[in-house]
């Protein structure tokens, strides 16, 4: 397993995209029932704020440095250089791999529109993977008997990989939930659907390195992103320099 760093609280996974690559395929062919969480300053932020998503991130097998601040707050206060490993950049590596290694997929989640979208860029440019699923959930919880059709559902397709796309923090809380239940990785990609399915562009790659995606989506979004982006954004900032005095102040 590859080893964490904490970053206000949350331990961070520490590694090379490659490093992350292989392992999550090693995980899914073992059906250890493990679950992968990307994590933004969103995430970091309602982890700080709600010690029951903190545990959950806290359970996670992987916990995936998914945005530029993230990777650079664990080089800043563990002194060690960390790329970012987004799952945007992800999902296509993990499929082309997963194609290569003759292991099985499910996706679960978002609309049947973003659904079909996927499976058909797959097939086309991945005609061995091994696509053994798709299920849409509808926007609402479930019920007990219809969560326990897509647990038996997914089972039943036995996939190694289910990438699951719920939004934050809903699809870690079902992760992570349903890690006894369901034998594959769990991996929450959440945006990275839209962005593969070819409904949602990327910036470029030195916009993304600068790490502006956040101002892209907030400008795409802003009546639903304003909030997230600004005061969590600021949130982070704070939570950061209060991290930093205090272990320059010798009590962190």
């Not at 090693?26 to 493990?34: F, I, K």
């Not at 440019?125 to 053994?132: A, Y």
């Not at 939004?167 to 839209?194: D, T, Y």
Request: glycine share 6%; proline share 7%; with cysteine.
């Amino acid at each position: 397993m590859l080893p964490k760093r904490l970053v206000l609280g949350t331990g961070i996974s520490t590694g090379s995209p490659t490093d992350f690559v292989t392992t999550i395929l090693d995980q899914g062919a073992a059906r250890t029932s493990a679950y992968v969480c990307f994590a933004n300053v969103h995430m970091l932020v309602e982890a700080h704020r709600d010690p029951s998503f903190q545990q959950v991130l806290e359970e996670a097998s992987l916990v995936t440095p998914d945005g530029t601040p993230v990777a650079a707050a664990v080089g800043w206060f563990h002194k060690q250089p960390q790329e970012r490993v987004a799952g945007m950049d992800l999902v296509p590596v993990l499929l082309l791999e997963a194609a290569r290694r003759n292991q099985s997929v499910y996706f679960y989640g978002t609309t049947p529109e973003v659904l079909q979208a996927i499976v058909a860029r797959a097939r086309r440019e991945l005609p061995t993977l091994r696509i053994v699923g798709t299920h849409s959930p509808p926007f609402r919880p479930l019920t007990p008997e219809e969560d326990a059709a897509d647990v038996a559902a997914i089972n039943a397709a036995d996939p190694d990989l289910l990438f699951v796309a719920l939004g934050c923090p809903r699809q870690e809380r079902w992760m992570a939930n349903h890690r006894s239940q369901i034998k594959a990785c769990m991996l929450g990609v959440g945006q990275a659907f839209l962005v593969y399915a070819g409904l949602e562009q990327r910036l470029p790659p030195w916009a993304r390195r600068m790490g502006l995606e956040w101002t892209y989506r907030l400008w795409l979004e802003p009546r639903r992103l304003w909030r997230r982006y600004l005061v969590t954004n600021s949130h982070f900032l704070y939570l950061m320099t209060r991290s930093t005095l205090a272990r320059l102040g010798g009590r962190g």
